[in-house]
C-alpha cells in the first residue's frame, strides 16, 4: 500500500473532475482544491480531503496534479500567495496536465527546481469522454528519470502516455496536435456544407469520405453535422465536448510559438481567426465542431 500515499489534485471542472475520480477508483486517497468551493463538494462527500489553497496541498500531498484552464490559473496555482511553491516539500513531483504556453512551463519548472522538487508538463487529448472513461493520451515533458513516477499516476487516468522529452515538450505536442484538429475541424465543415448544398445527401458523403482519402478524425469519429452520428456533441445541439472557447485558447498559444519560432501557419492563424470569431458570435459554450452551424450561417465569407 505504501504507492497510495494521497495524491494532491487542483482544478475540478470538466477534466479535473473525470481525471480526479479514476484516481479514486485505484484507491488513491486525494487531498482536493479547486477556486469554486462547489466543485469539491462531490468529492468531500465521498470522504476525501478538502482544503482551502494550493498550499495546503502541498503541504499535505508530495504528488500533486493540477488541471487548470490557462497559464494565468497555472501560474497563480504554482507562484501565487498562497500557491503550492509557498509549501512544497523536497522531492515532491508536481504534474501540470493543463494546456498552456511551453514557455511558461519551462518557467515553472525552474520555480519548482529551486525548491528541491520536480516538475513536469502532461497536457492531455481525448477530452471529457476520454477522461471519463480513463483513455485520456497524455504527453509528457521533463526529466526522463522521473517519467516513471509520473506514469504510475497518469496511467490510472489514461490509456496512452508519451514521454516527449524535456520539460515544455509536452504542451508542444499538445498544441500542434491541436492546431491540426482544428483545421481538419473547419476542413470537415466546409466539405460537408458544400456537399448538402450539391444535393448529397450529409450521411451517404460522411461514408464516402470515410472511406476516401479525404478521411480524418473529425469526419469519421466527430462528424460536425447534426444527424450523421449518434453520441457526438452534433447530436446534442453541440453541448458538451470541447468548447469552441477553449479551442481559440488552443489557437493563440499556436500563434504565440509560430511567432516566436518564426514558424509559418497560415491555415492555423486562419483557424485561429474563424474560432474567435464563432467566440465572438454567441458560440463560446459550444463544442467546437459548431463551426459547422457557423459557416452554415455566414453567408458572407
Same mark, same amino acid.
Given at each position: 500500500?505504501?504507492?497510495?500515499?494521497?495524491?494532491?489534485?487542483?482544478?475540478?471542472? +470538466?477534466?479535473?473532475?473525470?481525471? !480526479?475520480?479514476?484516481?479514486?477508483?485505484?484507491? $488513491?486517497?486525494?487531498?482536493? $482544491?479547486?477556486?469554486?468551493?462547489?466543485?469539491?463538494?462531490?468529492?468531500?462527500?465521498?470522504?476525501?480531503?478538502?482544503?482551502?489553497?494550493? =498550499?495546503?496541498?502541498?503541504?499535505?500531498?508530495?504528488?500533486?496534479?493540477?488541471?487548470?484552464?490557462?497559464?494565468? +490559473? =497555472?501560474?497563480?496555482?504554482?507562484?501565487?500567495?498562497?500557491?503550492? #511553491?509557498?509549501?512544497?516539500?523536497? &522531492?515532491? #513531483? /508536481?504534474?501540470?496536465?493543463?494546456?498552456?504556453?511551453?514557455?511558461?512551463?519551462?518557467?515553472?519548472?525552474?520555480?519548482?527546481?529551486?525548491?528541491?522538487?520536480? %516538475?513536469?508538463?502532461?497536457?492531455?487529448?481525448?477530452?471529457?469522454?476520454?477522461?471519463?472513461?480513463?483513455?485520456?493520451?497524455?504527453?509528457?515533458?521533463?526529466?526522463?528519470?522521473? %517519467?516513471?513516477?509520473?506514469?504510475?499516476?497518469?496511467?490510472?487516468?489514461?490509456?496512452?502516455?508519451? $514521454?516527449?522529452?524535456?520539460?515544455?515538450?509536452?504542451? =508542444? !505536442?499538445?498544441?500542434?496536435?491541436?492546431?491540426?484538429?482544428?483545421?481538419?475541424?473547419?476542413?470537415?465543415?466546409?466539405?460537408?456544407? #458544400?456537399?448538402?448544398?450539391?444535393?448529397?445527401?450529409?450521411?451517404?458523403?460522411?461514408?464516402?469520405?470515410?472511406?476516401?482519402?479525404?478521411?480524418?478524425?473529425?469526419?469519421?469519429?466527430?462528424?460536425?453535422?447534426?444527424?450523421?452520428?449518434?453520441?457526438?456533441?452534433?447530436?446534442?445541439?453541440?453541448?458538451?465536448?470541447? &468548447? =469552441?472557447? /477553449?479551442?481559440?485558447?488552443?489557437?493563440? /498559444? !499556436?500563434?504565440?510559438?509560430?511567432?516566436?519560432?518564426?514558424?509559418?501557419?497560415?491555415?492555423?492563424?486562419?483557424?485561429?481567426?474563424?474560432?474567435?470569431?464563432?467566440?465572438?458570435?454567441? $458560440?463560446?459554450?459550444?463544442?467546437?465542431?459548431?463551426?459547422?452551424? %457557423? /459557416?452554415?450561417?455566414?453567408?458572407? %465569407?
Amino acid at each position: 500500500m505504501a504507492s497510495k500515499t494521497p495524491v494532491g489534485f487542483i482544478g475540478l471542472g +470538466n477534466m479535473g473532475n473525470p481525471m !480526479a475520480k479514476n484516481l479514486m477508483k485505484h484507491g $488513491y486517497p486525494l487531498i482536493i $482544491y479547486d477556486v469554486f468551493p462547489d466543485a469539491c463538494k462531490e468529492f468531500q462527500d465521498a470522504g476525501e480531503q478538502v482544503v482551502s489553497s494550493p =498550499a495546503d496541498v502541498a503541504e499535505k500531498a508530495d504528488r500533486i496534479i493540477t488541471m487548470l484552464p490557462t497559464s494565468i +490559473n =497555472a501560474i497563480e496555482a504554482y507562484s501565487g500567495a498562497n500557491g503550492i #511553491l509557498k509549501k512544497v516539500k523536497k &522531492g515532491s #513531483l /508536481l504534474i501540470d496536465s493543463s494546456t498552456i504556453d511551453p514557455a511558461v512551463s519551462k518557467e515553472l519548472a525552474k520555480e519548482v527546481e529551486k525548491m528541491g522538487a520536480v %516538475f513536469m508538463d502532461a497536457p492531455v487529448s481525448g477530452g471529457v469522454g476520454a477522461a471519463r472513461s480513463g483513455n485520456l493520451t497524455f504527453m509528457v515533458g521533463g526529466v526522463e528519470d522521473e %517519467f516513471a513516477a509520473a506514469q504510475e499516476l497518469l496511467g490510472c487516468m489514461g490509456s496512452n502516455v508519451v $514521454y516527449c522529452g524535456a520539460v515544455g515538450t509536452g504542451q =508542444a !505536442a499538445k498544441i500542434c496536435n491541436n492546431m491540426l484538429l482544428a483545421i481538419s475541424m473547419i476542413g470537415t465543415a466546409e466539405t460537408m456544407n #458544400l456537399g448538402i448544398r450539391l444535393g448529397l445527401d450529409p450521411k451517404l458523403l460522411a461514408k464516402i469520405l470515410n472511406m476516401s482519402s479525404g478521411r480524418c478524425w473529425s469526419s469519421d469519429t466527430y462528424n460536425p453535422v447534426p444527424g450523421v452520428m449518434d453520441g457526438v456533441p452534433s447530436a446534442n445541439n453541440y453541448q458538451g465536448g470541447f &468548447g =469552441a472557447t /477553449l479551442m481559440a485558447k488552443d489557437l493563440g /498559444l !499556436a500563434q504565440d510559438s509560430a511567432t516566436s519560432t518564426k514558424s509559418p501557419i497560415l491555415l492555423g492563424s486562419q483557424a485561429h481567426q474563424i474560432y474567435r470569431m464563432m467566440c465572438a458570435k454567441g $458560440y463560446s459554450k459550444k463544442d467546437f465542431s459548431s463551426v459547422f452551424q %457557423f /459557416l452554415r450561417e455566414e453567408e458572407s %465569407f
